[in-house]
């Protein structure tokens, strides 16, 4: 599944720096995770990597955007083609 920064979120710039895919973007007052490209770093690191860095420990699963490991592989495939 895409993962999702909650309203706890500092805006420190951290997980965006981190994001292999891109897929974080800056927005007010939070970040915004798209889920059309987080792979939850599937196919780059054993866990997200956004996660592990958050000072704050606001990126969870997002229970909207459910995806099994095989899907989070076929979405890295299809977005390591698009680059």
């Not at 800056?26 to 860095?53: H, R």
């Not at 990126?59 to 490991?69: H, K, Y």
């Amino acid at each position: 599944m895409a993962l999702l920064i909650s309203d706890d979120c500092i805006a420190c710039d951290a997980c965006r720096d981190e994001c292999p895919n891109s897929a974080i973007e800056e927005n007010d007052p939070v970040y915004l995770i798209d889920p059309d490209f987080c792979t939850e770093c599937v196919g780059f690191y054993d866990e997200p990597s956004c996660v592990t860095v958050c000072p704050v420990d606001c990126i969870v699963p997002d229970p909207d955007q459910v995806e099994t490991v095989q899907e989070l592989q076929l979405k890295f495939k299809r977005t390591a083609e698009e680059v």
